[in-house]
């Protein structure tokens, strides 16, 4: 078949004519015939057609034999060429390992990083939350007077919103806390949600084994069931199916394990394991106590055409109703609605939508740079190109093959960068950048391989083509003669094009330095805000004091005075302290504050300020100076008179130019407190953000069951950490003990999240940097290459190598400048 | 012709076309000439039934096709057997045989009693 096609060709027979001449060649010859048998010719050419029958018929049935046949030998002929030129590529490829290189390494940065960035912003922002009716679901949230939004509501405020709002079809509550878990193995700490019965219906949670939680487990004295989470279950309970029925202790209540939530299965709050709210007598609508004491996550589902300023309105009405009725609790306090998809994402989209803008920058850069690369070899190759042309490839014949090989390249290019995108985001899930929400949505996504892909081939396929279609138009002989002067063609037009793109991505590269080096300067800006105690020489663990043995304040402080004294007995150790929260540990709780016998303060002043609980050593073990006054001591014990310490912050807000020591305060008890002294600023969030009004009160007076023990030693602290659990395990081995870390580890992580940010634009600026500079190199490297002939003969002329040099050096500054200028 | 040629049996041309090629390549009219002498014209072989089957044929790669001289240097299509196509010479000629003979058995065959 092969012979017949070169043969068909050679002599250009169209299926048509070929038809044509086989059947005419067949008539006359039958002819000859009956005329050799001596019929008159006339007769026998009648005789002979008569014979052949329906001739046109015929002809027609074998034109489209024909045309068939040929197409299947198209296609065959096709995917022959293919694989020739397939097989050309590699061997190009093989051929110019430096050029195939520094273009797959190029197309795979560039790829790689788009799709790792683009992941991370699309599991996080883009992708809907993993809840059902995502986008009607809002978190209700109180509005204070000043404007702040507060997450959480009180349960009666809970009861009375879910009992009067009109705007919204189902209102649930979450109620997420630390508990103790024992009766599985090691006593431990998990993440618990106390839900309301409808929120599992609500979101759409899913139960993998055993049943959801029925509506009457809400009752008091009905609420001993207990969902496991998923991850808890594989965890703890090795996944054993048989886990039904079994039971765990908490707090001294015996929970029967009811069910197993599904693989994938969130609530909007963390949890590992879910427990029914127990709707004791303080989920009361019509009862002013316990309205504020915030606790409860609330989500609601809107009903379907209500919009985001008709909730707002219902949810104020409703406000000012309870204002009325509970102007004790309630006085200038209403709700608000948010999005629940923005409660969750939170403040992570502008620096998300700025890497992405990086990432753009890279890729654009990588296009740039592999455009080059292609540019450069196609001028290089201007030759052969010619030369192919000339033994009688076609034109499309050539374009096919070029594009072939910058198909090859973008593939594989595409398919190393999907390689380095599938790791780097592992990388980035694994790396957990601080607070990151959503994580564990990030994924590759399909969209994403279609895209970065679709780019990469995009970007070989154009500007493979350009070298393709320049050589093309030339004249064949112009193509030869230029072949046999110099290494390439392309000419000036060419060059400058070059020089363009690589000026491009010079200056694209320039901006993501400006960028990173800017997101440096003020991450080193931020480490080095003094946070106002000494990080270092100090561990810290977290202890929970829960069960039967501490069920009233005098037995959890009696535990926690021993731990202190046996503690600090230990050798090294040069204070210990307790308290309820960390520096760079969050505000901890937040309460109204006045100064006693002080004019009422305009209503727009937030009037709220941070609460505490330090032992006497707390601000001695975190390292935090004492300005004026006192500190507490062990004489400040539950029954004797109030006493609290300010912050700097406080002093400076509430007694401006005054003296605060022996000042008495009020803060969510009508019973004053008395100001015995004032304690430096101590950064309660990020580096980034001012401390706030802050008060302490002793831990005897403000006893926790959460503790954080802070330890500072004169020697090498996480020395210390086993021995400091060694002396809480002899105290009570039934304590859930979190590991000990050291007090620098709260200063890293709070600005864990600017840090990631940081690392990851300098990254991309690095990449693209380099990148850029290789675009330079091809060009420089090119340009030199080309004049190579001149450059012998001029030396040849006399021209010393420093001549040689400053000019090609002129070039690269003629470079230098245009980026300077764009 | 005068008793009307029986038809030709579907897939009998085209055995017929492969044996005569079997001798060495010839073109379309020589194909039909070896067929109506063989056959003493007793089927009716028409040339808008043969040149199909040709082609159909060449399609399926049993024969090849080529531009060549006639015996009276005249351009014409010579159609030759290709390897395929001679192994299927092999195989049809040797199934007609018993597909024949099997019908000629029954036809002599005495009733069932």
Known sequence: MARWTRFRKMFGLEPKGDVDAEIDFHVEMRIRELIEDGEPPERARLLALRRFGDLDRTRQELIVINERRRRHMDRAEFLTELKQDLGYAIRMMRRTPGFTAAALLTLALGVGANSAIFSVVNGVLLQSLPFKDAERLHLVQMLYPDGTRYTSLSAPDFMSVRADARVFEQIEAIDQRNVTMLGAGEPREIDAAFVSGGLFDMLGFKIATGRGFRPEENKPGQSQVVILGHGLWQRVFGGDPGVLGKSITSAGITYTIVGVAAPGAALPEAAEAYFPIEFGPIYDATTAQGRRGEFLTVVARAKADANESALDGD?????????????????????????????????????????????????????????????????????ELSVRAAVGAGRGRLIRQLITESMLLGLIGGALGLGIAYWSTQALIAARPADLPRIDDIRLSSTVVIFTLGLSLLTSLIFGLVPALQVTNQHLLLGLQESGRSSGGGGRKMHRLRSTLVVAEMALAVILLTGAGLLIRSFIALTQVDPGFQPGGAITLRVTLQGAEYANGDQIRNRVDQLITRVRELPQVTAVGVGSILPLGGLGALNDFAVEGAPPPPPEVNQEIAVAGASPDYFKAIGAPLLRGRMFSDLDQPKSPPVVLLNEAAAKKWFPNQDPIGRKVLSSSPIPKEVVGIVGDVLQRTPGEPAVAQMFAPYAQRTGRTIRLIVRTNGDPMA??????????????????????????????????????????????????????TGIFGVMSYSVAQQSKEIGIRMALGARAADVLRSVLGRAVGLADQINRS | MNPPAPEILRGTLDLLILKALSWGPSHGYAVARWIEHATNDALAVGEGTLYPALHRLEERGWITASWGASENNRQAKFYALTRKGRTQLRAQTASWHRYAAAVFAALDAPALD
Do not use: W
């Open chain 1, 315 to 383: 949810l104020k009405r409703l406000g000012t109703q309870l204002q009325s009725a509970f102007p004790e609790s309630n006085d200038g306090l209403t709700f608000t609605s948010k999005p629940l998809r923005e409660f969750m994402i939170g403040d992570v989209r502008r620096p998300l939508y700025v890497l992405f803008g990086a990432v753009g920058f890279v890729l654009l850069v990588a296009c740039v740079n592999v455009a080059n690369l292609l540019l450069a070899r196609g001028s290089a190759r201007h030759g």
């Open chain 1, 720 to 773: 210390m950490a086993s021995a400091v659990r060694e002396q809480v395990r002899a105290l009570d081995p039934n304590l859930p003990l979190a590991e000990a870390t050291p007090l620098a580890d709260v200063v890293s992580r709070s600005v864990a999240r600017p840090r990631f940010y940081t690392s990851l634009l300098t990254l991309f600026a690095a990449v693209a940097l380099i990148l850029s500079a």
